[in-house]
């Protein structure tokens, strides 16, 4: 599943290929077509998102997607005079001057008023990638429940946008247990948490994938701080973005094996649906 670095990344490149000229909107699908038509010829102003949530501003309309499992909505340059034929359950195609967009699999994808958006927004916690976000109240709703850390990290409404890498990932960077309990959560380890989420996302974003090893992360950050990583943020357009970095990670997809730091193999376990990775080992504080 997409997690929250890929949509602020897809709302960036939307902005980037259509931002305030007109777009053509069709449905080749024709699951979309009406409303497809109330956008078509209209000027594409601002996409955003919250957490998993994308929003564009086209004319006097909002489109609501939400990507779910399986949906994609890459953004890819024109390199004839038009666009090829649309491949497979294509539900949206944007199509502007340089790039064209194909929405497919989506779990949302519709046109909602100014009303609807306020509340998909406020019904979600904290995002890290917004400036504005504020971290207080994911750690309100944390401490009020008896839930593990491991299973609270996937819940939109305490935190927007994490999904089961960065959630692994994070919690062994700062070695906790994944079973801790919210009420027993101290509140410095949620800060730890926060703060790590808010510096890791953004590399997600400009590398168009999940950075995690101290190693990678290191390398990203010199990257972004060299003024290297602009050319690599805009060149991520395509049916396949690719990925910059190797593949690595510390605990995803990594039961049985052993952990790097402490030699302990790790486990993995469903917890809120989806699969925990963790290493029982170093994992311990609460
Ligand atoms: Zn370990």
Not at 24 to 40: E, M, V
Not at 54 to 67: M, P
Not at 164 to 178: G, M, S, T
Request: glycine share 10%.
């Amino acid at each position: 599943m997409p997690e929250g670095h890929t949509i602020h990344a897809l709302a960036d490149r939307l902005t980037r290929a259509f931002g305030d000229s007109p777009v053509t909107a069709t449905s080749p699908q024709g699951r979309f077509t009406a409303d497809a038509a109330l956008l078509d010829g209209r000027v594409l102003e601002d996409a955003a998102a919250a957490g998993k949530h994308l929003f564009v501003d086209i004319g006097d309309r909002i489109l609501h997607v939400h990507l779910g499992l399986i949906g994609t909505f890459p953004v890819i340059p024109i390199t004839d005079d038009k666009p090829p034929d649309p491949v497979g359950t294509v539900r949206l195609r944007l199509v502007g001057q340089e790039h064209y967009a194909d929405l497919r699999g989506p779990m949302v994808c519709a046109l909602i008023d100014l009303d609807t958006r306020e509340a998909i927004r406020s019904a979600l916690g904290p995002d890290p990638l917004d400036p504005a976000a504020d971290p207080g109240v994911a750690l309100m709703r944390i401490r009020r429940t008896r839930r593990g850390i491991g299973a609270l990290l996937l819940d939109q409404a305490v935190v927007a946008g994490i999904g089961n890498v960065y959630r692994c990932e994070v919690l062994h960077r700062h070695r906790i247990d994944p079973f801790a309990a919210g009420t027993e959560l101290t509140e410095e380890l949620w800060w730890t948490i926060w703060a790590d989420l808010v510096r890791l996302l953004p590399l997600g974003v400009a590398f168009g994938q999940i950075l995690t090893l101290a190693e990678q992360v290191r390398e990203a950050e010199q990257l972004v701080a060299d003024g290297r990583a602009g050319p690599i943020t805009r060149s991520l357009t395509g049916e396949r973005l690719g990925d910059y970095f190797e593949r690595r990670f510390a605990t995803y997809q990594r039961a049985g094996e052993p952990c790097h730091r402490c030699g302990t193999i790790l486990r993995g376990e469903k917890v809120s649906g989806r699969r925990l990775y963790w290493c029982p080992g170093c994992q311990t504080r609460h």
